[in-house]
């Protein structure tokens, strides 16, 4: 199993700068997880912090509240820019729902980037199972990944060349489409670096 972690400041030195998008979520577990690999994330709240980012994170809270603050920073249009151009990106929850092509229940309002070709219903799982955790079988890692659900996104519809990686109960919950990595529960809420490694080796 591929769980050694990257070298202190081998990515950071050398490789490319990963961002995280710090302007409402998760964000800080994400660089937390970043970090025990040995990997310096810079968070990214302006467009010229966007300027300096080879790769992007994209963490869960709320994606109506995001794309608000995407707009009042000005960020939105250079950054739907810059993936338009191909930077990887992964999102995780609600920023799952900010690189689908297609949101059911979202808020007339708010606007995503177009990155994937998946449709997902906002807050889909229910009040029932509104939050969970599971462990998961995901491809490519040798034994499960434990994952954390918060208010999840339901992934409803996957289009032709979208990888699924993994699924719960036949839904897909983790799949890729070239540079585009999306999750619909939090791999930052664990330990567990697995996945946060897997991004960063694909760089
Ligand atoms: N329900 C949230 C939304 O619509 C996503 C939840 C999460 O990121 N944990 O954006």
Redesign the pocket.
């Given at each position: 199993m591929s769980t050694t972690p990257i070298g202190a400041g081998d990515l950071s030195a050398t490789g490319p700068l990963v961002g995280v998008l710090a302007l409402q979520?998760a964000f800080a577990a994400h660089q937390q997880r970043l970090a025990s690999l040995g990997v310096d994330a810079a968070a990214v709240r302006t467009p010229i912090d966007l300027e300096r980012v080879d790769a992007l994170i994209l963490p869960?809270?709320?994606?109506?509240t995001m794309s608000m603050l995407l707009a009042t920073s000005g960020l939105f249009d250079p950054l739907k820019g810059r993936l338009a151009d191909g930077m990887p990106v992964f999102g995780t929850?609600?920023g799952m729902?900010l690189c689908a092509t297609e949101v059911f229940d979202a808020r007339a309002d708010q606007r995503g980037f177009d990155l994937i070709d998946i449709t997902v219903r906002?807050?889909g799982y229910g009040r029932q199972l509104d939050s969970f955790e599971t462990d998961l079988d995901v491809a490519g890692l040798d034994e499960d990944f434990h994952a954390v659900f918060?208010?999840?996104?339901l992934v409803e519809r996957v289009g032709a060349g979208v990888e699924i990686l993994a699924c719960h109960e036949d839904v897909p919950v983790l799949v890729r489409d070239g540079r585009v990595t999306v999750a619909s529960f939090?791999p930052e809420l664990t330990d567990d670096t697995r996945l946060h490694e897997m991004f960063i080796t694909s760089l």
């Open positions: 979520g869960g809270g709320e994606s109506t929850c609600a729902i906002r807050n918060i208010r999840a996104p939090h």
